[in-house]
């Protein structure tokens, strides 16, 4: 097992390097610098080009990069030019909101997947198995960010059941419980927009499964043990399709990354996805590097998760 | 007859294809007694399995009519919840592919064990896992503790062969069906399965229906024989009887193309077996393979007749049959 | 010279794994196999399933890499790296569903081989196709059919014209009946004990139901965990096996007469007891074969050096 | 032999070929059928009208038809540069489409091309070129491709298309490899191994028609995709300019309260359309996989 | 003053199904609006204010005035600390706020004198030294913000502080505790209008931080103090911020109990206006201020903003080394006549109505009307006369001699004009459509550069870098308390985009900061015949000035737009006349 965590953990390490020299190329490729934008007719443009030497903004890329990945190794991601902040500190907090976002949208997609696909997927071709198809085939076609901006407007705005930007009511003290029902407030709508959205491939990945399952052999099997439907079901059929899910899981947070770039701007919600966009119009390039790169190595990282979970609920990989 | 075990009476088990119903086991009666092998043999998709799986009750969306009497019982339209009680106790089976019949993310000990606790709730874990310790001995796997923990994949075809069959045997069956229990395997491997059913015919007195297309397994095992083809039972006699006088132009066709010792050439059935969609479905279904024989000799609606006491063979074409030695080879394009 | 040798083949697989995906282990599925095939003969090649019957029949053909030994064909050796495929060497495969391209019909199946090797017109290569398919008893209007339009045993027809289309001096049958019926399985094998006699054709069938190698075969090897344990013609393999586990092949052969079934059974418990008994009398400390040493002329066995 | 061929194309019982299984099970799918007839007519229609209509004019400020809502005149209303929105509707449709076909081809192409390759060397060539798939799959897509849009001065439609392909090709290619790889050790390509078949001939003329039917069906589904994706990153800001509208910009234009609340000429139309083309791809597509999936097959 | 600026700004509302037409062709204007907020009835003891701080990306957080940089930041910062010095309504320096100053001319000196009883919120009083400390600070070489600038630089010593040369600033005294005197190497009436660094830092607190480390401290991000009438109390970065009325404020204790400021984004403003989320704002987007000029629960007050949007004619380069612009007479837009006949053929005052309801209007001279006195309405400046335009086309020997519609220049060689303009604002991109058009319309052929809006750093970068594939540009400036437009006009002004520069102009421009410009109507006189002088040369042409609205709920008392200076309202005065906002029927 350790082992196996060990091998998977150096296949990762060259993918995180590449992927690190990948998003620094990127930004250095960037027009523009933090100093660029800070046009003030009172301001000496003498002041600001000191400062793009001191901040090493005119060293070449590599020293820039060795100087980049040196400090990354000790958890510093340099210092954010607009927000006159380490990035670290900046990243930690929208981090946080992030997580949390991602966790409920996460939980949702499966509290919503998981009976919808097993549904579908036991009664296929039903009628019930037919709305719910239904359902996956709208949910395909509406793209997240019409679905968000429209719930947004239904019921946010018009309905006023959730706050309409803004991760927390002000003035609460963090810990306690208002301030933790205030934060689940925050994200249960873009959660549940990215949610129904994004579910429906798991619905429908669930169903085929499950429909795939049915007609395996050992199913018969366990038929012809005299397993009541009920017992064929838990025991067999929905613990074979679940599985898969489980290397579903790390593609899951790859596209939840996507996601939350569109729910993040649409709800104002301050998490990663919002700090990209704004860093990128801000041309804040330490910033956008550092949650490229972090946001890639939580990608890599969702990825191991699920080979790691996989390689331990299905013994046919199971390391020895 | 005090010791029939099952007894099926004019199952007709069809599937739906582009809204039409076929009958992949036509009007088929039969019967199994007590300690007794009956063997069913035929081509590939001459509805063996079909057969099998109605009795059973493992058909999905099949339309299945007829009687299927075990021990006195119509297992035709019984109730889910009372067929689950037979199922994996009095009644239960061997499947063909040992690859895929059992559930890969479950341990050896579950997938026994589950038959066991399905019908004997009460059991304790502890009785449970001896009984299933005791069941890998029966069937002749070494280190059964061991093997226990460990997953179908971890296992060898053989050995998964015995496992299947540990779950079948684990309730100790009246009636056990084994569908092709040793196609997949080597001989040497198919030598030992069939010794193992075979014993346990004799100690437990298991009415067995064993599937096979091997002639060999039959003259070994059998001691009743069923010869299937297209659905239907064409000849049905005691194992020596069809081996000695096999009257059915079918069965005869079929020993005749096995190697067997001082043959020089095999004997050819013409044709194919035809699909579900394609089986003709008026006067004898081997006709076509034996164009030859004029049509008058056959019967109109071929019946089962019982030539000889406990030797059935269906259709007279049998009476006008002897082989064209003229027509051996291959010969023959597509008809 | 012989028609065809082959000397101390081995065919290893890498088993990959570790921490960079090296090779840590290896599946020797061939390992130091030696026999000599006539011309015109059949060379049946017996084992149970793992044993590297396919393997062999795939290294002579070049499919599969040859780690070590040399096969040599009518006295040129097809070793190493210049397992160019020999027009004169071809193949049938086992299942005759899988082994023709659905998409394609039966004129490009067939003239597959000759329009790698042999530049025809369209109009010699239709004839020639039509020839093929007369050969194999096929009607000509077949040539725009697809296989799906054919029964198994037509479509091994089908395999065998293309396998026969380069006028090979060898054909390498990996178990071409096992895929098909009883009744179908007569029909191929009846055609290729035909085609052999018209075209002097060698055969190599591999297969591992011992009553068909036996009808089929002059001389048959019997393969176990990569080597041989025995080889000699047909007759001393069946009457008189040497090796513990030939006799125990050859006693689970199910026997085609009920009258015989306990006789059947006697003798098999016998030798599975015998094969229990003096299991170590024919293998060595770590369960490989023995070389193979001659018994007779031409009756091998792996047997140990004492006797 | 002239006779022969007569007679053997007479009987032109052809396998049917993947095209026309797929067409079958397109035509007795109702739904699909309407929606392909849909595509087909709204794909004439774009590309049609388009040609007739003045690009220049449509994206014409025009300040004293700012804001007009649907008259005879602008069939659905103006925007807030007073620019018709059905003319904009249609250009956009049109140049959304256009990405999406072009963007799905040339994923395919790459796709395939890079999935054989992979499948047909196998062994270290294949480890490496499946190494880098891997690690263009893990990339936070979205976020890397709004930064090459950001970086690049200016781009059309194609050095758009080829942005998006260049993180979009990676599926096709990992599906492609693993279907050849399976496909290679299949009996019919080893046999014609063994009769002769140089290996890239069986990959390019044996094994690419045996995944046809997989790859069309792929790309189907990936046009779907690739619409909406377009569509969204217009919609983020990172797509074309508005002399250059695609569904993606009408749709952006809604998030301004004031056009989501009271203009809904402006994006509501533009949203049915992306719905209506997305799921009738998407029917389309699952109507075709069926048919390649004898066991889905409907009949 | 920040002046990032975009350049096109907001969409104009626009008609919802009720209202129809009627709000389309609506046009305000600024005259219209009150710059106070004045209300009925009583105002209750404390209460709470809900500030809205309207912006698309979260605030900083860097909350001090000497290391700020956005002005979400300098909203946040204004709450709980101020300057000490006022200014009345033309930015000139009086004594009424918490220092006052003393001016001797002659020996170039000033002393400032902070009231006693100006204390930080720690209860430490406001010293000489903290305000000598935010001077050192700024000016330590280790500073990363970006105030060091020629408010320091004109100091005495600072020169040689900031490089490292001295360890104090000899120029900066303090003579006591709440005394400073600063001396200076130049003294222009610049200086007097806003030329002065006002805000203080507490030394107490901040002494031990190395400079480089302070603006990243939990000092200036988490727990910051000023002097100003709340204190903070919590805050959410990016999100939030609480604040409590400080008690000890000089001025007197504040109305209010506190204050709770958060961001919202611009399209949520009016929801979050109308049920009372919040009470004002620190900016309405004027585009959405027709659909919601008659909100029932809120008053708009509104003002001229100190900005003008402006377009840009590139007419030389930047020598760096020197330091100063390099005209090229060869230059593509050399011919003032081109750059006149540009200015004729755009209708600004259709642009300001239309496109912006008249809350942005035709605007005529490089001084905005928010200097009252400096401004001169009496200029003429071109307006919009498409004919006008084409003749003094003809005239200049623009053609179009192949016929196809468009000028060829004077050479008969194709004429193409690339026209860079900036992202940003909702309508910035059917704005540079429709100059394009317009100059179309008079035959000349503009094209957008890459055919697409320049993202906002991509912009400036390249306009700074007098990139060749400029030829004009549209741009706003913000104007700064200071009249002197020599910061963006002048020859050695790298901000100076055009690169024009002549004689005339630097001339004009060194005599509004001469000796004798302390002279107020003398200055007027000098900066009217700036404005004179650029209509005439048209290095650039302004196109609109501008208004900024706020709306403020109907309970709030005591507002002024962002407490105006010289209007006599502070922010501790504000009030409100319920507990609860009140909400939209
Ligand atoms: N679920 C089903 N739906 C439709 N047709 C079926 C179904 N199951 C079996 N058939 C058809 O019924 C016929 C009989 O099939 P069956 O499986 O019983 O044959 P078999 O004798 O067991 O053959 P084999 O030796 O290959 O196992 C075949 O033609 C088969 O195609
Ligand atoms: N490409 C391969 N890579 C790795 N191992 C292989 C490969 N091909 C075969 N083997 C292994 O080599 C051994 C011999 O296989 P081979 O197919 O030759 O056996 P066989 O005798 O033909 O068996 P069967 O009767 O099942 O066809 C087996 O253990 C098999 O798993
Ligand atoms: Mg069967
Ligand atoms: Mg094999």
């Known amino acids: 097992m350790w082992k196996f965590i060990v091998r998977r953990l150096f296949i990762t390490m060259p993918q995180v390097l590449l992927l690190s020299v990948l998003v620094f190329l990127m930004a250095q490729m960037m027009p523009g610098d933090a100093l660029s934008g800070q046009i003030d007719p009172n301001i000496d443009p003498a002041a600001i080009e000191a400062q793009r030497e001191k901040l090493g903004l005119n060293d070449p890329w590599y020293v820039q990069y060795v100087d980049w990945v040196g400090s990354a190794l000790h958890g510093d991601l340099g210092q954010s030019f607009r927000h006159k902040m380490p990035v670290t500190d900046l990243i930690g907090q929208r981090l946080a909101n992030s997580f949390w976002l991602a966790v409920a949208t996460l939980i949702l997609t499966y509290l919503i997947a998981i009976p919808l696909g097993i549904i579908s997927g036991r009664y296929n071709d039903t009628l019930r198995d037919q709305l719910i198809t239904g359902y996956t085939y709208i949910g395909f076609a509406t793209p997240l960010f019409i679905f968000a901006l429209v719930s947004l407007w239904v019921f946010g705005f018009k309905l006023e059941w959730f706050p309409t930007g803004g991760s927390v009511a002000p003035g609460l003290e963090p810990g306690t419980f208002p301030y933790i029902v205030s934060k689940l407030q925050h994200l249960l709508l873009p959660a549940l927009s990215m949610a129904l959205i994004t579910t429906v491939n798991t619905v429908q990945y669930l169903r085929s499964e499950i429909i795939d399952t049915k007609q395996k052999d050992f199913i018969i099997t366990a038929r012809a043990k005299g397993a009541p439907e009920s017992r064929v079901y838990h025991r067999h059929i929905l613990r074979n399709s679940l599985l898969p899910l489980a290397a579903f899981l790390g593609f899951e947070i790859t596209g939840l990354i996507g996601g939350t770039i569109f729910v993040e701007t649409i709800y104002s919600y301050p998490g990663m996805g919002l700090l990209f966009m704004d860093s990128i119009t801000l041309r804040d390039y330490s910033v956008v590097t550092s949650v490229v790169l972090l946001l890639g190595v939580v990608s890599i990282l969702g990825v191991l998760l699920s080979d790691i979970i996989l390689s331990m609920v299905d013994p046919r990989i199971r390391i020895k | 007859m005090a010791d029939t075990l099952l007894e099926v009476k004019h199952l007709n088990t069809s599937f739906r294809i582009n809204d039409n119903y076929y009958a992949a086991v036509d009007d088929v009666s039969l019967t199994v007694n007590k300690n007794e092998v009956l063997a069913i043999v035929g081509e590939s998709g001459s509805g063996k399995s079909a057969l099998a799986f109605s009795i059973m009750g493992l058909h999905n969306r099949a339309k299945i009519e007829g009687g299927i009497f075990f021990k006195q019982q119509d297992l035709v339209g019984l109730p889910k919840s009372k067929l689950n009680k037979l199922r994996g106790d009095e009644l239960s089976m061997i499947f063909q592919d040992p690859l895929t019949a059992l559930n890969p993310l479950m341990n050896i000990e579950d997938q026994i064990g589950e038959t066991i606790l399905l019908h004997h709730k009460k059991l304790s874990r502890k009785k449970r896992k001896e009984r299933v310790i005791d069941l890998l001995n029966q069937v002749g796997i070494p280190r059964p503790e061991q093997i226990c923990e460990q997953f179908p994949h971890q296992l060898s075809g053989g050995m998964r062969q015995r496992v299947i069959i540990a779950i079948a045997i684990a309730n100790n069956p009246e009636l056990l069906i084994a569908d092709e229990p040793t196609t997949a395997l080597d001989v040497t491997i198919q030598a030992q399965i069939l010794d193992l059913i075979q014993d346990l015919k004799e100690s437990m007195h298991t009415g067995i229906i064993l599937i096979t297309h091997d002639l060999g397994v039959v003259a070994e095992m059998a001691d009743r024989v069923a010869v299937m083809y297209a659905g239907q039972i064409v000849e049905l006699a005691d194992v020596h009887t069809l081996f000695e006088k096999p009257l059915h132009p079918y069965t005869r066709s079929l020993l005749h193309s096995v190697p067997n010792e001082g043959q020089d050439k095999l004997h050819v ?58 027509r051996e080879g291959w010969t023959h394009g597509i008809s | 010279m012989a028609f065809l040798e082959v000397k101390n083949l081995k065919v290893h697989f890498p088993v990959r794994g570790g921490l960079f995906n090296r090779k840590i282990d290896a599946v020797k599925a061939v390992d130091g196999v030696s026999f000599t095939i006539e011309q015109g003969k059949t060379y049946g090649l017996v084992g149970e399933s793992g044993s590297g019957k396919t393997t062999t029949g795939r290294a002579i053909i070049g499919l599969n890499k040859i780690t070590a030994g040399q096969v040599i064909f009518e006295g040129q050796g097809l070793t190493g790296k210049s397992s160019r495929v020999q027009k004169d060497v071809q193949m049938i495969f086992q299942d005759p569903y899988s082994s023709l391209n659905p998409r394609k019909r039966v004129l490009d199946l067939i003239a597959e081989p000759l329009r790698n090797y042999e530049k025809l017109t369209k109009q010699d290569e239709l004839e020639q196709v039509i020839q093929l398919l007369k050969k194999v008893g096929l009607s000509q209007d077949s040539i725009w059919k697809y296989p799906h339009e054919f029964s198994g045993g037509q479509r091994q027809r089908i395999g065998i014209a293309r396998a026969i289309a380069l006028k090979p001096k060898l054909i390498i049958a990996d178990e071409p009946v096992s895929a098909l019926d009883v009744s179908v399985q007569a029909q191929v094998l009846n055609f290729m ?115 | 032999m002239a006779e022969l061929q007569a007679g053997a194309t007479g009987r032109q019982e052809k396998s049917p070929s993947a095209l026309k299984i797929m067409w079958r099970e397109l035509a007795r799918d109702k739904v699909a059928l309407i929606s392909f007839i849909f595509l087909l007519m709204v794909t004439v229609f774009v590309y049609g009208i ?65 999935g054989l390759i992979s499948g047909y060397f196998g062994g270290t060539v294949d480890n490496i070129m499946m190494r880098i798939v891997d690690f263009f799959l893990i990339l936070p897509f979205l976020m890397i491709v709004i930064v090459f849009l950001a ?57 690419l028609p045996n995944l046809s039917s997989l790859i069309i069906v792929t790309m189907t589904l990936n046009l779907a995709a690739n619409i909406g994706l377009e569509s969204g990153l217009s919609f983020l800001g990172f797509g074309f300019p508005e002399s250059t509208p695609s569904l993606g910009t009408l749709l952006g234009y809604a998030r301004n309260p004031q056009t989501l609340e009271f203009r809904w000429w402006i994006w509501v139309p533009a949203a049915v359309l992306i719905f209506v083309l997305m799921l009738s791809v998407r029917n389309v597509g699952e109507a075709l996989k069926r048919a390649s999936d004898s066991r889905q097959r409907r009949g | 003053a920040c002046s990032d600026e975009d350049a096109g700004a907001e969409v104009e509302g626009k008609d919802d199904a009720e209202k129809g037409e009627s709000a389309q062709d609506e046009v305000f204007s600024i005259d219209d609006f009150e710059q106070i907020k004045t209300n009925q009835g009583e105002a209750i003891e404390g209460g709470t204010l809900n500030f809205g701080l309207v912006s698309d990306t979260a605030f900083e957080g860097t909350l001090n005035f000497n290391f700020y940089s956005g002005n979400p930041d300098a909203q946040v910062i204004s709450w709980f600390d101020e300057s000490l010095l006022d200014v009345d309504e033309n930015y000139a320096y009086t004594n009424d706020g918490a220092a006052t100053l003393d001016v001797d001319r002659e020996a170039k000196t000033i002393t400032f004198k902070i009231r006693d009883n100006v204390n930080w919120h720690d209860g430490e009083p406001v010293t000489a030294e903290d305000w000598q400390f935010a001077y050192e600070v700024i000016g330590h070489p280790d500073y990363d913000g970006i105030r060091y600038g020629s408010d320091f630089t004109i100091i005495k010593g600072m020169e040689a502080y900031h490089n490292g040369k001295a360890d104090t600033i000899s120029g900066i005294e303090v003579i006591d505790e709440k005394t400073m005197k600063i001396t200076y190497d130049t003294f222009t009436p610049s200086l007097l209008s806003s030329g002065i660094w006002s805000y203080a830092m507490p030394k107490h607190i901040f002494k031990d931080i190395p400079v480089a480390d302070m603006s990243s401290s939990p000092e200036v991000r988490e727990h910051p103090i000023g002097m100003g009438p709340f204190k903070v109390d919590s805050i959410v970065p990016g999100e939030s911020v609480t604040f409590v009325k400080n008690e000890d404020y000089w001025r007197g204790e504040p109305n209010l109990d506190g204050v709770t400021l958060k961001v919202i984004n611009p399209n949520v403003v009016v929801q979050a206006l109308e049920n009372g989320e919040v009470d004002l704002v620190d900016s309405f987007p004027t585009d959405q201020y027709p659909e919601n000029a008659d909100m029932s629960n809120v ?61 942005r209007w035709n605007a005529s001279t490089l001084i905005p009307p928010s200097h009252p006195d400096y401004h001169d309405d009496s200029i003429e400046a071109p307006t919009y006369d498409p004919d006008k335009a084409n003749q003094l086309l003809d005239d200049a020997g623009y053609e179009d001699v192949n016929g196809d519609g468009i000028r060829e220049d004077k050479d008969g060689n194709e004429l193409v004009i690339n026209f860079a303009s900036m992202s940003g604002g909702d309508t910035a991109e059917p704005l540079a459509q429709y100059y394009i058009q317009a100059w179309e319309a008079v035959g000349l052929k503009v094209e957008l550069l890459d055919g697409r809006l320049q993202e906002f750093n991509t912009f400036y970068d390249r306009v700074e870098a007098d990139d060749p594939e400029i030829d004009i540009y549209q741009g706003a400036w913000s104007v700064g308390y200071d009249v002197n437009p020599a910061g963006l006009y002048g020859r050695d002004a790298a901000f100076n985009y055009t690169r024009y520069a002549s004689e005339e102009n630097d001339a004009l421009l060194q005599e509004g900061v001469s000796e004798k410009a302390f002279d107020e109507a003398y200055r007027q006189d000098v900066y009217s015949k700036w404005q004179e002088l650029m209509v005439e040369e048209i290095p650039v042409f302004p196109t609109v000035y501008r208004a900024v609205i706020i709306p403020v709920n109907n309970r709030v008392q005591n507002y002024a737009v962002d407490f105006k200076e010289g209007v006599g309202i502070y922010r501790y005065q504000l009030a409100v006349t319920q507990e609860e906002a009140v909400t939209a029927e």
Not at chain 4, 74 to 98: A, C, K, M, P
Not at chain 5, 334 to 350: E, F, I, P, Y
């Open chain 5, 299 to 359: 008053e708009f007050v509104g003002d001229v903003d100190l900005a003008y949007t402006y377009i840009g004619f590139k007419l030389g380069k930047w020598d760096a080394d020197a330091g100063e612009v390099v005209p090229d007479p060869d230059a593509k837009m050399a011919d003032v006549d081109l750059r006149r006949a540009m200015w004729h053929a755009v209708d600004n005052d259709a642009v300001g109505k239309k496109f912006y309801n008249g809350l």
């Open chain 4, 151 to 207: 970086i690049v001065p200016k781009y059309d439609i194609f050095s758009f298309s080829l942005i998006m392909t260049s993180f979009l090709w990676m599926g096709i290619a990992r599906l492609i490899r693993s279907k050849a790889l399976q496909e290679r050790e299949l009996d019919y390509a080893q046999a014609s191994k063994s009769l002769g078949t140089p290996e890239w001939k069986i990959m390019f003329s044996q094994v």
């Open chain 3, 193 to 307: 004990q035909e085609i052999q006699e018209e075209l002097n054709l060698t055969y190599l069938f591999i297969s591992h139901d011992l009553g068909i190698v036996k009808h089929m075969s002059d001389r048959i090897g019997i393969m176990y965990k990569g080597r041989f344990v025995e080889e000699g013609t047909t007759g001393e393999i069946f009457n008189s096996p040497q090796h513990i586990y030939t006799k125990r092949l050859v006693a689970a052969i199910p026997d085609i007469d009920p009258k015989k079934r306990s006789l059947q059974k006697h003798l098999r418990q016998e030798v599975q007891s015998e094969y229990k008994r003096s299991y170590h009398d024919y293998f060595d400390e770590q369960g490989h074969v023995y070389d193979l040493r001659n018994i007779s002329d031409s009756h091998l066995a792996a047997l140990p050096e004492k006797g």
């Open chain 2, 269 to 326: 059935i013409q044709g194919i077996v035809p699909s579900l969609q394609h089986l003709p479905r008026q006067g004898c279904r081997f006709a076509e393979r034996i164009p030859w024989l004029d049509g008058s000799a056959h019967e109109e609606n071929p019946e089962l007749h019982e030539v000889k006491p406990d030797h059935f063979v269906r259709c007279t074409c049998y009476r006008h049959f002897h082989f064209p030695a003229e």
């Open chain 4, 50 to 114: 388009s040609l007739f209509l003045n690009q220049d004019e449509i994206v014409a400020v025009d300040l004293f038809e700012i804001h007009q809502p649907p008259t005879g005149e602008f069939w659905l209303g103006t925007d807030y540069g007073g620019r018709d929105v059905f003319g904009q509707l249609i250009i956009g449709t049109r140049n959304s489409l256009s990405i999406g076909i072009l963007v799905t081809l040339m994923t395919g192409i790459i796709g395939v091309l890079y």
